[in-house]
């Protein structure tokens, strides 16, 4: 098994002010003539960590991690104003054009895999490749699987939980019911709807439980919650199955697709139908992990992966490992 990279402190710390009120917070580590690689974490609201850093050998690759709007250390905290796909996609750009980069490698999982495939169809030219984790199409049956009718059946237990917040006569569309609790007002029931949404998610990321990652989700109810339950109820800001109809435009870029075959918030039909749409992409279906990016198995297959893709484009010589 491939283990992450030792952690790394950033070389470089910086703040983007894009769109009014939101002002970025991304940094560099690795390599400043290394390998440009973009981390794109998940949620979305999630944000990065010191983690994000660790998929990448720091001695080929110039490793760029950012929180998205809303995220992290971005501000405003939790915002929805103006955090759309596409607003996304164009900070994305920005901090390419901000640091100088011609093109860069595309790291994403999950929601993180969702706007790297979004934003690699919007600039195929900036993509040398991309290496994708748990696929998220944000399909009409995707999120119904997840918070409405389908993962609850594996986990009636956890479901009860994630229920609790909604009274019965609103539980016909739990994510509407949600977005009214996650953009009212009242903070109280703020926190309490999204303590229970982000709880779900957490719960069950893992092919084994992990309240490693229940805690980190529960670190960040809010921003997950809201920003999560903002983009769903609008189906992610894309057209039906956009992502998929849009696969010409970047079939010539290479990809590696990595998914656990127990993944229950984006089950693996996800990363199949992708493949599929995708000549130029290798899939590796991990036997034993679920959604989590930190399971042994996912990261040993993204670090297997990472390495692999800066040896073909440094064209570095098997013995120079």
């Known amino acids: 098994m491939h283990s992450l990279y030792p952690e790394i402190k950033p070389y470089a710390r910086h703040t983007l002010a894009v769109d009014d009120p939101h002002v970025l917070y991304l940094d560099e580590s690795g390599s400043p003539d290394g390998l440009p690689v973009l981390f794109i974490h998940g949620g979305p609201g999630a944000g990065c960590d010191a983690l994000s850093r660790r998929f990448f050998d720091p001695g080929l690759y110039r490793i760029v991690t950012f929180d998205q709007r809303g995220c992290g250390r971005s501000t405003p905290y939790a915002s929805l104003e103006r955090n759309t796909t596409w607003d996304l996609v164009a900070d994305m750009e920005r901090i390419r054009e901000h640091l100088g980069i011609e093109k860069w490698v595309l790291f994403g999982g999950s929601w993180g895999s969702t706007l790297a495939l979004a934003y690699a169809q919007t600039h195929p030219d900036r993509v040398h490749a991309l290496i994708l984790r748990g696929i998220f199409l944000c399909r009409p049956e995707d999120f119904h699987w997840f918070y409405q009718d389908g993962a609850s059946r594996l986990f009636p237990d956890y479901w009860q939980d994630y229920l609790a917040p909604i009274p019965e006569q609103e539980r016909g569309n ?42 980190r989700f529960s670190e960040h109810a809010l921003s997950i919650a809201r920003i999560e339950c903002h983009y769903f109820v609008n189906n992610a800001f894309l057209e039906p199955n956009q992502l998929i109809r ?76």
């Open 174 to 215: 739990l994510m509407q019911a949600y977005y009214k609790r996650l953009s009212c007002p009242d903070e109280i029931a703020q926190m309490g709807a999204a303590r229970a949404w982000s709880c779900w998610e957490g719960r069950t990321a893992t092919l084994r439980p992990n309240p490693d990652v229940v805690e």
């Open 246 to 321: 849009d696969m010409p435009k970047i079939a010539h870029i290479p990809g590696v697709i990595v998914h656990g075959r127990y993944d229950v918030v984006c089950p693996l039909d996800n990363a199949w139908a992708l493949h599929k749409a995708w000549s130029n992409s290798e899939l590796q279906i991990v036997r034993d992990a679920g959604h989590a990016g930190g399971e042994p198995g996912i990261c040993d297959a993204l670090v297997r992966a990472t390495d692999a893709m800066a040896r073909q484009l440094l064209d570095v010589p098997p013995e120079a490992e």
